[in-house]
Each structure stands twice: as structure tokens, then as C-alpha cells.
């Protein structure tokens, strides 16, 4: 028996508003209904028909080929280019002048690119990496604040034909050292700096760090964004706007090979060592436009932000690659959510006339614990659709981003997708699906997803187990950069001929998909199998707590015993009393059972610099042993030492 147990349930329904629906790009049901079953019987035929919608140099001459599984190739034999996609086919057109990226520097400073205006940015870009021998099949690493020359620059190595590597601003020396060495990155692009807190982030400063001692680096490109002193290795570094003014600003995009490697990512981290991920070009950017367009509702007069860093995924799929590849506006920040005030982001909201807007539950968190009057303060009527991703939402956390940001009126898509994934696979469709709290509902098109248990076999409604996909879609993908062994063994070994990367789900019975956190995390108490994310859920209800991560330490008794951390709102007194209150409550919303035997307040709680609770931290803490496993992605470690210390 190795069921996920399921205790929470959640009533409240949201269908679409008849306003939202009848402008929405899908409004009609049947007509969804309808497409689903052709992406899922004959996805032949409707994979062709989107990636028809793409300007190729050469025409595919087979949607799938999938002899040699689990590596798949789409749209087998067409030639594209991936920047073209982006880019060209809008500059050229009617979009010319229609705004691209409409950025914001942490300082308050402002940057607009048109769609010409980005063409011409991302060719003389391309020349630049020309004039440094950067060609088709390198891998170029990238370093970068949040800059227009970030998505620029990833725009530019796919004109080129190389494969990026873009690694998180954040993210320190070692870990840029190791991707460079696992890539065999020839080419690095970094700044002098960025804007994070009012604060300097070192950029070239942790590059030199990272490059020192090894070989095969031959060039770093730095762009200038804050004006601070830097190091310099003659020979290797080049400042991006010395070189910039004297290359041309025509380059041909080179045509690529459905097949060939787009880019290279890394996952956060939230289980262990992240692993390289390869994305191809045809089937990454079919996914990537067509879910932009349906999950985000993308209309021409759309004013789209999507909160993340360029470094996840989100931000290749949904800053970059998918909005721009529909000739959308996209506006791009760079700095801190609270700086210089827990209000910044709904300062831009209302100050760019924003109207899509996704962001990560751990920000959604972060707004719920500064105070509602900070986005009580600003207009957001201009929001019609709001999204997360990148964890569970708990549903009082879903209800809050419902009532106060998006004024009760925006749906909420809930999205589930991973690095691998590539695109957004689980979704409400705004103007057709009615959402749940904390639900991220159904399949996007063209993706099979199933929940089954150990042997692979489907479960019965609200029977918890593992979620898998049974198909092979565009974005998927491609393997793990060196390493075909590993991708076969992590992703397809589980379950014969099943997908399946880590997480557990249940299914309700209206056929929605509840995810209920990865398989590792759950808890095995006296044989109950529980999720921690319905343990967290019912805490996060309790009107004192904001966030809370339960994990299970080993228990003679009960095989393990459930500690909880818990981070309280603003006002709520920590202390014995409200410990037995939010023990009590867990007990009475789940049951005895679920009661956490130990409950900890801290003041944070350990995350990815994606923002991900790292619960395989929080266990060894709550066993009281040493931290065993990779650290390297770890936000901050002050945070670790401090819960280490607590004691009461
Ligand atoms: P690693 O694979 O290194 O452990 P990671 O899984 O956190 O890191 P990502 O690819 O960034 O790396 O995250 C994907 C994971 O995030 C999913 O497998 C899932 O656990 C979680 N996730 C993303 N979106 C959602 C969502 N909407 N609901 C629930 N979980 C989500
Ligand atoms: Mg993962």
C-alpha cells in the first residue's frame, strides 16, 4: 500500500466570468473539448497545424518520430530559427513598432524596445559573439542581471546557432564554475553589476572567481549596467559597447535543425544536485507559443510580466522564448519585489497598465506577510488574468492573490510544469476551465497525464500516487547535457515506457489534477501515507500563519512523526498558546493523525534562490543530524543556521 492519502477537501468553485469568457481566445467548451481530443487521438495533425503557425526556413518533413523513445525528435528534418521566431517575423511585419520589452531597472530607470528595436539589438548582439568566433554548436554561458541585454543576449547565441547556458544572477562563483566545466562553455556573457535591494551584485567579480585556474573560457563579454570597478583579464574580457559599435547591425539567422540544441538549464535544485537540461529548438518554441497563448490568453493589446529571473525556466519559457515568439508586450524588472518598498511590484502593475500577470506562490507569500495595504494602495484594475508557478499554492494563499490582486474578477491559472517539461502542462484554460483553490486542474493539449500507482496502473478518483505522462510532447526534454544514460535511468525507469519526475498527485472527480508535492516529501505515519502539501495547506489556513513546511523526522512508534515549521503574519504572537492552537487545527481539519508531534516558529524558512522550500534541509534539522547533499542552490544559509539554534 503506497497510496498518498487525501483529507483536505475544498469546495469552492470558480468558473470564468461570461465577460472574461466571451473575449477570451477559448471560451467555448465544447470547442476545448474538441481540441484536446484531436492533440491527444491525432497529434499528428494538430502539432502540425501550430507548428505551421511558426515561420520555418525549411519545412519538417515528420511531426514525430519517437522509434528511439524516450528521446524524442519533432518536427523531424524542418530548419528554423528560434531569435527569427522571436524576433524577425514581428520586425518585419505589422509589429514593428509595437512595444517588446518594456523594462524597469531596480533604480527607477526605464527602457523600451520595440520589436525593430529589438531586432537590431539582438543582430548586432549576434555580430558581437561573431567578431568573437562564437558559431553554431558552442555553448555560451550567461551571467546576467535582469537587463534587456539578458534576454537579448539569448536571443543573439540562438541567431548564432550556439546553445546558451544561463545561469542565475544569484547564484555563486562555484556554481557558474561547475556549468561552465559540465557545459564546456567556450564563451561567457556577464555585466559589471546589477541592482538587487539597493545594493551592487558583483557579477564580473564572481565570473573571474569562477574562471580562475580553468581552461577553455576564451571570452567574456561584459555588458556595462551599473559603472562599477571591475577586473580585468586582457585578452579575454571585452566590453560588450566597445565592440558593439563597430559590428554591423544585419546578420542572417543561421537555420537550425529542428533538432538542434537550443539551450541548456539547470533544475533549482529543490531535491538535490540539479541536473542539465537540454531543450531542442523546433519542439521547445512550438510548446512555448502555443502555451503562452492559451494559458496566458495572449491578446494583441496584452501588457504581459512574468515575475521570474531569466536564469529558471520560467523565464526562458515565459519571459522570453513563448510571449515574444506571439509578438506580445513583455515587460521585464530587474530589481528586488520590496524594494524601495513592499509595494514596487504593484507600482508597475498600475504605472504600466499591466494586464497578465504570473508569479511564484513564495512571492504571493511574501505580499500576504507585508500587509494588504501595500496593494490596497495602488490601482490593478487594468489585471484580467493572474498565474503561479513553481510550487503548490496553498488555497488561503490562492484566495488572497484572488480577492486582493486580481479585485475578484481575474482567474487564476495554476501551472504546473517543470525544467524538463519545458512548457506548462498542467492548467486552467481561462475562459473555459473553472478553477479550485490550490488545483492546478487539466492537461494542457497534446499532454496525456496520468496519476498511477507503484506498478504503473491507473488510480481511481482521489486515490493519491504518482503523476506521470504517457505521451511524448514538442517541449520535452531532449536529455541530460552529456549524460544519456542518467536522463533514461531519472525519467523514464520508474514505470515502463512512463514519464515521471518525482511528482505525487490525486485526481478528483471532475478528472482535475490536485499535485500534492514530490513523492519524497511525503510522510509515513503509522502507515498513513501523507502529503506534506495538505499539512502545510491546512496550516497556512489558520488565519496567523503565512507559510509553513512539515516534514517527517523518524519516530520509534509511528515509523515518523510530523515536525512543522511555521513563519507567522505580521501581528500574530508566537508561543506555546498558538502552538496548540495550530496543532489542534491541523488535527481537526485532517485529522489526529496528521498532528505535528514537534512545531517549530521560525522566521524563514530555508528556499531555493527560486524561492522553492528545500524540505530535504528541514529534515535532517528536524532529525537533528548534519546536512547531507547539495547546498550550492540554497538561498541563504544564515537561514539554516538559525533553525539549527532554536530550541524551546
Ligand atoms: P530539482 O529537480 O533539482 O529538485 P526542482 O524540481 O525544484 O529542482 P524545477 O524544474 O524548477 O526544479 O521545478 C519543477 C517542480 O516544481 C515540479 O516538479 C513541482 O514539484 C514544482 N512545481 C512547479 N509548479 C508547480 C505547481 N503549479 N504546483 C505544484 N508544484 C509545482
Ligand atoms: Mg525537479
Known amino acids: 500500500m503506497t497510496r498518498i492519502e487525501h483529507h483536505l477537501s475544498e469546495e469552492r468553485r470558480f468558473p470564468p466570468s461570461e465577460e472574461f469568457r466571451a473575449a477570451s481566445r477559448l471560451g467555448d467548451p465544447a470547442e476545448y473539448e474538441r481540441l484536446y481530443r484531436e492533440s491527444i487521438d491525432d497529434p499528428d495533425s494538430f502539432w502540425g497545424r501550430v507548428a505551421g503557425e511558426l515561420p520555418w526556413m525549411k519545412p519538417w518533413e515528420r511531426v514525430l518520430d519517437w522509434s528511439d523513445a524516450p528521446v524524442a525528435r519533432w518536427f523531424v528534418g524542418g530548419q528554423l530559427n528560434a531569435s527569427a521566431v522571436c524576433v524577425d517575423q514581428h520586425a518585419r511585419g505589422e509589429r514593428a513598432q509595437k512595444r517588446a520589452i518594456v523594462w524597469e531597472g531596480e533604480p527607477g ?27 553554431r554548436g558552442d555553448r555560451v554561458l550567461l551571467y546576467m542581471p535582469m537587463i534587456p541585454e539578458a534576454a537579448i543576449a539569448m536571443l543573439a547565441c540562438a541567431r548564432v546557432g550556439a546553445a546558451h547556458s544561463v545561469v542565475f544572477g544569484g547564484f555563486s562563483s562555484q556554481a557558474i564554475r561547475d556549468r561552465v566545466q559540465d557545459a564546456g562553455a567556450t564563451a561567457v556573457i556577464t555585466s559589471d553589476g546589477g541592482w538587487r535591494r539597493g545594493k551592487v551584485l558583483e557579477l564580473k567579480h564572481e565570473v ?9 573560457v576564451h571570452t567574456v563579454l561584459v555588458v556595462k549596467r551599473v559603472g562599477n570597478d571591475v577586473g580585468w583579464t586582457e585578452g579575454r574580457d571585452v566590453w560588450y559597447h566597445e565592440l558593439a559599435e563597430q559590428v554591423s547591425t544585419d546578420c542572417e539567422p543561421e537555420a537550425m535543425d529542428s533538432e538542434d540544441v537550443l ?27 502555443l502555451t503562452s497563448r492559451y494559458v496566458f490568453d495572449l491578446r494583441e493589446d496584452d501588457v504581459y510580466w512574468c515575475t521570474a529571473d531569466v536564469g529558471w525556466i520560467t523565464g526562458h519559457s515565459y519571459i522570453v522564448y513563448g510571449p ?10 530587474e530589481g528586488a519585489p520590496n524594494h524601495p518598498g513592499p509595494d514596487r511590484f504593484w507600482s508597475m502593475v498600475a504605472d504600466h497598465r499591466v494586464t497578465v500577470f504570473y508569479t511564484a506562490p513564495t512571492a504571493i507569500r511574501a505580499f500576504m506577510r507585508w500587509g494588504d495595504e501595500h496593494v490596497e494602495r495602488h490601482d490593478l484594475s487594468s489585471l484580467r488574468l ?10 488561503e494563499a490562492w484566495m488572497w492573490y484572488r480577492r486582493k490582486v486580481g479585485g475578484d474578477r ?48 491507473e488510480l481511481g478518483v482521489d486515490e493519491g500516487g504518482y503523476l506521470v505522462v504517457r505521451k511524448p510532447w514538442p517541449s520535452m526534454l531532449r536529455g541530460l547535457w552529456g549524460d544519456p544514460e542518467r536522463y533514461r535511468e531519472t525519467y523514464w525507469s520508474r514505470f515502463d515506457g512512463l514519464y515521471f519526475a518525482g511528482d505525487g498527485a490525486r485526481r478528483d472527480a471532475d478528472g482535475y489534477f490536485w499535485v500534492l508535492g514530490r513523492v519524497d516529501d511525503v510522510i509515513n505515519v503509522s502507515g498513513h501515507r501523507l502529503s506534506t502539501m495538505e499539512v502545510e495547506s491546512s496550516l497556512v489556513s489558520h488565519p496567523a500563519v503565512v507559510e509553513a513546511a512539515v516534514v517527517g523526522r523518524p519516530d520509534e512508534l509511528t515509523g515518523q512523526a510530523i515536525t512543522a515549521f511555521v513563519t507567522l503574519g505580521p501581528d500574530a504572537p508566537a508561543g506555546d498558546e498558538l502552538r496548540k492552537q495550530l496543532v489542534e487545527h491541523v488535527s481537526k481539519e485532517i485529522g489526529k493523525l496528521a498532528r505535528p508531534a514537534e512545531l517549530r516558529f521560525a522566521n524563514a524558512l530555508p528556499k531555493t534562490r527560486s524561492g522553492k522550500i528545500m524540505r530535504r534541509l528541514l529534515r535532517d534539522i528536524a532529525a537533528g543530524v548534519e546536512t547531507a547533499g547539495d547546498t550550492t542552490t540554497l538561498e541563504d544559509f544564515t537561514v539554516l543556521a538559525s533553525l539549527r539554534k532554536y530550541d524551546d
Open 324 to 333: 515574444l515568439a506571439n509578438g506580445a508586450t513583455v515587460v521585464m524588472y
Open 386 to 395: 493572474l498565474g503561479t508557478v513553481g510550487e503548490s499554492i496553498n488555497p
Open 208 to 216: 573571474d572567481a569562477a574562471l580562475d585556474g580553468i581552461e577553455g
Open 410 to 457: 481575474c482567474p487564476i491559472v495554476d501551472t504546473w510544469w517543470q525544467t524538463e517539461t519545458g512548457a506548462i502542462m498542467l492548467s486552467p484554460l481561462p475562459g473555459v476551465t473553472a478553477t479550485k483553490p490550490g488545483c492546478a486542474t487539466v492537461p494542457f493539449f497534446g499532454v496525456d497525464a496520468a496519476v498511477v500507482d507503484e506498478t504503473g496502473q
Open 109 to 135: 530607470d526605464k527602457r523600451t524596445l520595440t520589436y525593430a528595436e529589438l531586432h537590431t539589438e539582438v543582430c548586432r548582439f549576434a555580430n558581437v559573439l561573431k567578431a568573437r568566433g562564437v558559431s
Open 263 to 289: 539551450f541548456l538549464l539547470y533544475t533549482s535544485g529543490s531535491t538535490g544536485k540539479p541536473k542539465g537540461i537540454q531543450h531542442t529548438t523546433g519542439g521547445y518554441l512550438v510548446g512555448t507559443y
